[in-house]
């Protein structure tokens, strides 16, 4: 089935305007590399715990390293025994299995730094400018270029907001007025993202103004107080990487890599 960009009407608002919004074929193949590397980093640490547990099972604690098929040959048990033979051969296996997803992995990433460097195309020229602020990597960069900025056309802050999930659900009934937390109505990519750069931010951007606020609101507060604080900054920041995209605003006390 083809699916084509959905034409919005005029009596539409603004974020159903936006929500309408259907990416291309490229743009929609642009998100298969950071998604497909984020699914072998869950596997390669699928294989990790198993590889623990595995030896957990024995008694045994070790980590699991470049070398570890050769101290696995000095593996002993509690008795001064060898690891048992069929159990020595599964770790060997699931090592192998293992190897060979860190390899599509480090795959994954020379292609993704090939396209950083030679590609001429809008989306990566978007990832570029993100990158020029620290406490933004390549991954963080990458993955709000690719699922959020480089093909969609927001308004407004509000609209940035809500299709990250990022924005409160108040309820309200009779006398009855509290929160209900973020509408988590958006993409969870974004979402997850911003709060992993929030944290950054506060590391790599003290002195910027969002820093100072999160720091002046949430700086003495309990740690779930400051959780739910961080989600705040998420919010704030994202509406910020909007307006210097958009509007070539930097946010402000920001300090740009050199």
Not at 55 to 71: I, Y
Not at 112 to 131: A, D, G, I, N, W
Not at 191 to 209: K, V
Not at 217 to 230: L, N
Request: charged share 30%; glycine share 6%.
């Amino acid at each position: 089935m083809l699916c084509r960009p959905v034409r919005v009407g005029a009596g539409r608002s603004s974020q159903e305007a936006a929500e309408c919004l259907v990416p291309s074929v490229e743009e929609e193949d642009q998100r298969q590399c950071h998604r497909e590397l984020a699914a072998l980093k869950k596997e390669r640490t699928r294989h990790v715990n198993r590889i623990k547990g595995l030896l957990a099972s024995q008694g045994v604690r070790m980590k699991v390293k470049s070398d570890f098929l050769a101290r696995l040959s000095e593996v002993r048990l509690w008795d001064s025994s060898c690891l048992p033979a069929s159990l020595r051969s599964r770790l060997e296996r699931e090592w192998a299995r293992m190897e060979c997803v860190a390899e599509q992995i480090r795959q994954l990433r020379a292609q993704r730094k090939q396209v950083l460097e030679e590609s001429e195309s809008e989306s990566v020229e978007t990832l570029r400018r993100l990158m020029r602020l620290r406490g933004i990597g390549e991954n963080g960069s990458w993955l709000l270029a690719m699922e959020f900025f480089a093909w969609r056309r927001f308004e407004n802050r509000r609209q940035v907001g809500a299709l990250a999930g990022l924005v409160p659900t108040p309820y309200r009934s009779g006398e009855m007025d509290q929160e209900l937390g973020i509408s988590k109505a958006g993409s969870r990519w974004v979402r997850a993202m911003m709060i992993e750069l929030a944290w950054c931010w506060l590391r790599f951007q003290p002195q910027s103004e969002l820093s100072l606020w999160f720091e002046r609101r949430y700086g003495s507060g309990t740690r779930r107080s400051r959780r739910v604080g961080i989600v705040a900054l998420a919010r704030k920041l994202l509406v910020a990487l909007w307006r210097y995209l958009d509007q070539g605003v930097i946010p402000e006390g920001a300090i740009l890599k050199a």
